[in-house]
Structure formats: C-alpha cells, structure tokens
C-alpha cells in the first residue's frame, strides 16, 4: 500500500486534479466490501460523526474526512441528510480548511441551533513549520447554499494554561439563555479531562472549569465528550485514549464509555457517579455524537472504526463508515442502545421464519449479498451453550462465531475465522457478561462488511467491521442440547 508522505497529506483538495478522484472513485467503486445501507465515504477515509442535529425538519449529519486516501491528513467535514434516519442525501462538502485558524484541519464539533438558523461549532487545527500544533474553537452558521459563514477569529483561540494541544472536540448546548460547551482536553501532567466554557451569545466563552466525575487519572486524553439528559439522569459520553485491559474491558487500542449522574450541579460541575461502563463490547466503536430528536429520543451514532489501525480496504482507497442510528435509553442504571424503528423501512421481504429446538447444526444457506436484519431469541433454561456462526462458507470453515454460554454467562464474538484478518494484534474475540441468560434476544444487522449486535433490547451490543471472502454468507446455529429457538431474517435493501 502507498504510503503518504506528510506534504501529501495536507495537500488542499484543490492542488490534485480531476482525474486523480475520477480513478480514485473508480477504484473505490470496485470494492467488494461497500456497504449498502451504511454512511460511507465516497473516497477516502471517514472517521468522527460530528454536527449531528434535527433542523429545519431533517436530520443533519456530518462526518470527518480526509478526500485523497484511507490516511488521516487534512480534514474536510462532508455533509448528509435525511428525513427518516434511512435515507440519507448527500449534500457534498460541508466544511472546508480553508482560513489561517484551521488550515491544517477542520476537526471535529458539533451542531445548535441560534436564532433559528443552524450553527456549528468546531476545532480547526494549525501547524507552525516545526510541526507544533494550535487548535481553535470556531464557530460557523450555514447558509441558504449549504456553506457556512465562519466567525473569525475564532471564539476560542489557543490553549487555555494547564492544557495541552490535546484540546478539541466541543459539543454545545443551551440551558436556558445561557450556552454551554463541553470539550476534550488533556492537562499538561498527561492526563485526560474534560473542560466547559459558557457563554451568553455563543459567540463570546468563558472557561467554567473541569467537570468532575471522580476519575482523576484516567487516560492521557479524552475525546469526544457528550453531556446530555435522558429520563432526568445526566449522561457524559467520551473516549478516553490510554485505558489498560482489564480482564474483558478495555481490549480495543481506544474505548469508548460513559458515566451516568447520580446528581449533578451545573454551577460546581460535580457529576457524582457510580463510574465509568464502556458502552460497546465489540471491536470497531468510537468516537459517538448524540441529537435529539423532535419526539424527544436521545439518537446515537458512532465511527464504525478505531484511530490509528489499518483495515482491509485502505489498500481500496477508502476506510470505514458509521453506525446505523440507536435510540438510547437507561434500564437499571445503565445504558440501552436500540437501533432505531425506523430501521425497519429498509426490510424488503422475510427469507426466514424458523422455530423450534436446537440439537447438533442447523444451517441456513443463504442466496444474494450479506445485507440482512436477524432476529433470534434463545430458552437457555438448559443451561447449554449455543454459537451462532454469521458469514459461513459452504465447507462451515470459516466463520464470524457468536457463543452464547448460561454456565459462564457471557456472550463471546470471534472473528478469527471470518474473511481477511487485520487488527489481530488487539485479539480477535470479545465477551460481554450478563446477570441473567435463561433467556436471551440477539438482534443483528449484517452488512457488507459490518455486523451489529444488539442483545436483550439493548442491554449490550457488539459493533464490529468484517471483510468475508467470497462465498462466507451462510447461517448456521448449533448446540449440544436441546434449546429451543425463533429466528427471523429480513432482506434489506
């Protein structure tokens, strides 16, 4: 694979010609790991989910991008819609690096809306010639044509004393009449925090301080915090960058997590909790943004990715992609994640509808593309254990194995078998423990190179990128018990 010198990273979009993303586009075109109901680049690499906000009756949605290639380099924001959180338009470019206060990056941000036209308000990224970073905190409104107006300089300029250039990632919100912005940032002792300024017009900020949430050293840095309510409760969701494993937590290179309220103080910032649960037990998960929705859900999407890994279709020109919308929600102090209802309108028929018990291998052959909707639910009574292989050759050797054990009560994913490896540095199995098994539901939305798990209504979920080869499409189910069982599969289009 090409590897990218620094100057070809910051190449502006503008200094490569047409034909250099005619044939990039041709090539990425050709990949057979598109996906096909999945928000992905068209060149390129995506990373980060930002401005995610309901305005003006749709959804917006931007995304990180780096147009030239599969690398991190100079970041655009690219821009989606949709009216149903299925359907998603493309609007083209969102952002453009294009002053002296982000000219190495427009980085991640967030969306709110201020005199009723839609604002954002993000981290522009410079570098001096010895490579020394300064990021700033720009805020932008969008115009009628889509582009966006920057207020310059920018609102929050530099790095506040105690901070380091690890300073990014602001997500704005309105209490009352007064704004709020809470950012990722690590202190100058190398550990991970998270700050918040207020301001009265969002234009002018005012460092508030730290928010306290009882974890001092934890991670040299945290990206993408996310503070918001649900059901009375607070929620902080970040990425804390530095976190050692610990037994089945903590596998991925970065995680992603949260904490929930018990009582929180605006004025103190104290975020009094009962401590810090990853929210996705898969291998492919970061970088999340919630918005409300007009009905009032709290709606989650996340990169379908980590920083600083490789993946299959680099080669291809192009790397990742987001996660389908989740609806979140808190049962017994803790996170839910659902995929939304309106999932639902991507079903094109029912190809399976089976029930009864378990006992040795039923398999499943399966016609078309890997782009289907599975539902399962399991009577563990028996206390047996049952795998559920997804992405199966016709030879049942090679596999993306799903095991379900009541004796151990986990949940254990494994992708050895599955397609191309990569990534298995960081392993290539992760578990999720339950309280109870006697009963368990999987719902799952297989993609062309993805798969997304969602056990018990939400009560975990595995996120993870797959790259099968030619012909892994088949489904089988076994166990060495009697287990009864119901599945359903829906095609999607």
Same mark, same amino acid.
Request: aromatic share 10%.
């Given at each position: 694979m090409k590897e990218w010198t620094r100057a070809e990273r910051y190449k502006k979009i503008t200094d490569h010609p047409e034909e250099y993303f005619v044939a990039l586009a041709e090539k990425v075109d050709a990949s057979a790991f598109r996906q096909h109901y999945h928000i992905q680049p068209h060149t390129g690499l995506l990373n980060d989910p930002n401005g995610f906000i309901h305005f003006d009756g749709k959804w917006h949605l931007f995304y990180q991008w780096f147009p030239m290639g599969p690398v991190h380099g100079l970041k655009h924001? !690219?821009?989606?819609?949709?009216?149903?959180?299925?359907? =998603?338009?493309?609007?083209? %470019?969102?952002?453009?690096?294009?002053? @002296?206060?982000?000219?190495?990056?427009? !980085?991640? &941000?967030?969306?709110?809306?201020?005199?009723?036209?839609?604002?954002?308000?993000?981290?522009?990224?410079?570098?001096?010639?010895?490579?020394? +970073?300064?990021?700033?905190?720009?805020? @932008? $409104? *969008?115009?009628?044509? &889509?582009?966006?107006?920057?207020?310059?300089?920018?609102?929050i300029q530099g790095i506040p004393e105690g901070y380091t250039d690890h300073f990014r990632d602001p997500k704005v919100w309105k209490v009352e009449d007064t704004y709020y912005a809470i950012l990722g940032a690590q202190r100058t002792d190398e550990t991970g925090t998270a700050v918040v300024y207020e301001s009265a017009d969002a234009l002018s900020w005012k460092l508030k301080g730290e928010l306290d949430i009882q974890l001092p050293d934890f991670g040299y840095m945290w990206e993408c915090p996310d503070l918001f309510e649900i059901d009375g409760q607070m929620v902080l969701l970040f990425s804390p960058q530095g976190l050692e494993p610990e037994g089945d937590h903590y596998q991925n290179i970065f995680q992603t997590g949260y904490v929930i309220g018990k009582d929180f103080q605006l004025d103190s910032l104290d975020l009094e909790n009962d401590g810090f649960h990853e929210l996705d037990a898969g291998f492919d998960f970061y970088a999340t943004q919630t918005a409300e929705s007009p009905d009032g859900r709290r709606i989650l999407t996340? =990169? *379908? &990715?980590?920083? #600083? *890994?490789?993946?299959?279709?680099?080669?291809? &020109? =192009?790397?990742?992609?987001? /996660?389908?919308? $989740?609806?979140?929600? %808190?049962?017994?102090? $803790?996170?839910?994640?659902?995929?939304? +209802? #309106?999932?639902? #309108?991507?079903? /094109?028929?029912?190809?399976? @509808?089976?029930?009864? /018990?378990?006992?040795?291998? %039923?398999?499943?052959?399966?016609?078309? $593309?890997?782009s289907y909707e599975m539902k399962l639910t399991l009577d563990l009574s028996e206390q047996a254990p049952v795998t559920v292989n997804l992405c199966e050759d016709d030879d049942q050797e090679n596999r993306f194995s799903i095991t379900i054990d009541p004796t151990t009560k986990k949940i254990t994913i494994d992708r050895s078998a599955c397609g191309i490896p990569f990534g298995e540095e960081y392993g290539t199995a992760r578990s999720l423990r339950l309280e109870e098994m006697d009963q368990v539901s999987l719902h799952i939305f297989v993609d062309t190179s993805s798969i997304e798990i969602f056990v018990n209504d939400g009560e975990g979920t595995f996120t993870s990128r797959i790259f099968p080869n030619e012909g892994e499409k088949n489904i089988s189910l076994e166990s060495p018990e009697k287990t009864t069982f119901n599945l359903e599969i829906w095609e999607l289009g």
């Open positions: 924001w !690219y821009h989606v819609t949709s009216t149903d959180l299925v359907h =998603w338009q493309d609007e083209g %470019i969102g952002l453009l690096p294009d002053t @002296a206060y982000d000219s190495h990056g427009a !980085y991640s &941000g967030s969306g709110f809306v201020k005199d009723g036209q839609l604002h954002i308000m993000y981290t522009g990224n410079v570098r001096s010639k010895e490579w020394e +970073r300064t990021p700033n905190q720009i805020v @932008a $409104r *969008m115009q009628a044509d &889509g582009s966006f107006e920057k207020f310059l300089p920018p609102a996340a =990169w *379908m &990715g980590l920083p #600083e *890994m490789a993946y299959p279709t680099d080669r291809e &020109g =192009w790397a990742h992609c987001l /996660t389908l919308p $989740r609806e979140l929600g %808190i049962r017994n102090g $803790r996170l839910i994640q659902r995929p939304v +209802r #309106e999932l639902e #309108e991507l079903r /094109t028929s029912k190809s399976i @509808a089976e029930e009864g /018990t378990l006992k040795g291998k %039923i398999a499943f052959e399966r016609e078309g $593309r890997n």
